[in-house]
């Protein structure tokens, strides 16, 4: 499971930006106006920090497993610690370090593609590429909003839905589902948010002395 690939075996959660394709006028106003609201708040922020779960529910297989994980944001760096990885984004590299094997992955922040997904690229990720609408499904908390993204080019992509729990009030994404193609359904649910926490550098970056043998793979 990488962070930084559009697999959507991780896609997180949290927070939306603005700028938009031609396909806006498709686009609910209310939605609108709740995503514009949470970018700008997003955008103010000059670090966070979320405790969240994750739940992968196969419909076909029966499948339900349950992890959690922990992200850190500071600007265009992150870290990351979910299911025996951490990722370390220091603004220019990414380490992935697998603790099974002992190995650490390293690739470029100028060598991914356009469809590799960093914290910042979740941020915006209804600028391009979706249409949304607001679906009042959830009528029992008023300022609980549910917010779908719907990808312009489905057949291109792995999952046809990602459906936003957003608390209005909070200006705060509280859950995202994401409906994917092969049978399987990924929910992400922030536990706790710490908005501007104190955060050194030196956790965006891969210490190799920490983790001893560990190999290096280009």
């Not at 938009?20 to 609910?28: L, M, V």
């Not at 997003?42 to 076909?60: C, I, P, Q």
């Not at 690739?107 to 910042?120: F, I, M």
């Not at 779908?148 to 839905?161: A, F, G, R, T, V």
Request: include cysteine; charge should be positive; glycine fraction near 4%.
């Amino acid at each position: 499971m990488r962070w930084h690939k559009l697999s959507f075996t991780v896609l997180f959660p949290s927070f939306i930006f603005l700028a938009f394709t031609s396909a806006s006028a498709q686009n609910d106003k209310k939605a609108k106006e709740i995503l514009d609201k949470l970018s700008n708040k997003t955008k103010s922020l000059k670090a966070y920090k979320l405790n969240f779960s994750f739940v992968l529910h196969n419909r076909e297989q029966n499948l339900h497993q349950t992890k959690e994980g922990v992200l850190t944001v500071k600007g265009n760096k992150y870290h990351l610690k979910f299911d025996g990885q951490e990722i370390f984004c220091d603004g220019q590299n990414i380490y992935t370090y697998m603790k099974a094997s002992n190995e650490a992955q390293l690739q470029s922040v100028d060598d991914l593609d356009e469809e590799s997904v960093t914290p910042e690229k979740i941020l915006t990720i209804y600028e391009k590429g979706f249409k949304f609408r607001l679906n009042e499904e959830d009528k029992s908390m008023p300022s609980l909003k549910v917010v779908d993204l719907y990808p312009l080019e489905p057949k291109k992509k792995d999952y046809s839905i990602i459906r936003l729990y957003i608390d209005e009030g909070k200006l705060q994404v509280q859950k995202a589902m994401i409906r994917g193609k092969n049978g399987s359904d990924y929910t992400y649910s922030i536990k706790t948010m710490e908005s501007n926490p104190e955060v050194a550098d030196n956790q965006f970056v891969f210490d190799k002395s920490k983790y001893p043998g560990v190999k290096i793979i280009k």
